[in-house]
């Protein structure tokens, strides 16, 4: 009888244990990253691997509602001064893989990173720019997102924590909110997508490079 050499045994052992999930995130243990304790304030880790599974290769996002105009981003590049992969988008919705860093809070978009806009698991200054093209009213939020409405001033805030100094930020809604402290408003832009459809406003802001001499002159 023919022994079984140890290569024809199947490796199992580790496999489970050191390549979390998708589907398994465990609520409020910070362990996973996306994590559902981003919203409660537990700062999640980063596992080793993130999203390289062979079972995943197909999953591109499913038709739901919420994604820019299909020539939109090409012509606000060079606002944004940076390149395309670069870009982070929130609230990204049906935008395909590749089309820079989408965050959506809904499974069903197939995002890079499954998070809120509000509560990003994302470092300080750490991306090139932010385009945000939210839920525009409480009905939209609850029906289409299946979320409490997010307040623009709320979104801005926290995009401008994750963008680094001079980066710009373009948000997408039916007004242009004020700019939060340490960023400006650079111009607005009015949109149209379509006839029968209302307008929308693309505001773009920026962050403000901190002074090099600010505690010199305090």
Known sequence: MRHR???DVPRTRGLTQNRPHLGRVAKGDGTSWPSHSVGVGMPPRRPALCMLYEDLGDMEPQPIFGMYPSALIRKILPWL????????????????????????????????????????????????????DPPYTEHYAAELYGTAYPR?????VEAARVV???????????????PPRGVAFVKAFALSVGFGYPMRALSIYERHQPSLFAEATQ
């Open 164 to 178: 680094r100094p001079n980066g710009r930020i373009v948000f997408v809604h039916y007004i242009t909110p004020n």
């Open 81 to 132: 001064k940076c390149s395309r992969a670069e870009v982070l988008h929130v609230c990204s919705g049906g935008l395909p893989r590749g089309e820079g860093i989408r965050v959506d809070v809904r499974f069903e978009a197939r995002p890079d990173v499954l998070a809120d806009g509000r509560a990003l698991p994302i470092r300080d200054s750490s991306v090139a720019a932010v385009m945000i």
């Open 5 to 7: 050499r140890k290569r």
């Open 152 to 156: 623009p001033s709320r979104l801005l």
